[in-house]
């Protein structure tokens, strides 16, 4: 079937460290995209991808980093640097304006 | 700017019918999402408006106007699992494939 994965469901960290979030597609999509989500919130965007080894910041990109070095995979790293990165972390892709979501993960840094 | 505005809240009666209404701005707006979040999951898609109308899908409906920058989405015979948050997404000229995304409407489905 074709989706998106994001692996794990749920992860937790200690403050200070970094990890990195997975996000794989097999629809053969040109764009991702990785939203952050907080209780209650809409989706704000962190970066995006149109094209492999190509990247944009979106509107909340400090403390985060991306690579696009396959097609297929858009990893999301949470670094030290970002305040509070507690969150809701969704994966999505397109091939023109509609968005298919991966399931999402949620990062827990105490 | 490019804001969307959609109530925060709604609340409905099992069998019911209930319109969740979105605001946008029409400067170089191309089309209109409603996508549904069930609580800790992913956003699905329901509908898309490019042009002016209603647009029929079994038990929802989506409605755009595009001279008043408005769009509503109906939901008919309402059933507890249309619990759930209603994002409202716009598509505009010049931005890639970005969507400016709503807040979304947590509707409650009572019995």
């Known amino acids: 079937d074709g989706g998106i994965t994001q692996s794990p469901k749920y992860l937790f960290r200690k403050e200070g460290q970094n990890v990195t979030l997975s996000c794989e597609q097999n629809?053969?999509?040109?764009?991702m995209y990785w939203y952050r989500q907080d209780p209650g919130q809409g989706l704000r965007l962190i970066y995006y991808?149109?094209?492999?080894?190509?990247?944009q910041k979106g509107d909340i990109a400090e403390g985060y980093s991306v690579s696009r070095e396959k097609k297929e995979s858009f990893p999301l790293t949470v670094t030290s640097a970002q305040k509070n990165p507690t969150a809701f972390y969704l994966c999505a892709s397109s091939e023109s304006y509609e968005q298919y979501f991966g399931p999402g993960t949620r990062l827990t840094v105490t | 700017g490019q804001n969307i505005d959609q109530p925060t809240e709604m609340t409905a009666t099992e069998g019911a019918i209930v319109q969740i209404n979105c605001t946008y701005q029409t400067s170089g707006f191309n089309g209109l999402f409603w996508y549904q979040q069930h609580a800790g999951e992913a956003p699905t898609f329901l509908s898309y408006?490019?042009l002016d109308g209603l647009e029929e899908k079994g038990r929802f409906s989506s409605f755009l106007s595009r001279s008043k920058g408005y769009s509503y989405l109906l939901l008919k015979e309402l059933q507890m699992k249309d619990s759930a948050s209603y994002l409202c997404a716009a598509q505009y000229a010049g931005n890639n494939r970005k969507l400016i995304w709503g807040l979304g409407t947590s509707l409650a489905v009572n019995p």
């Open positions: 991808s149109q094209i492999v080894n190509d990247f």
């Open positions: 629809l053969n999509h040109d764009a």
């Open positions: 408006n490019v």
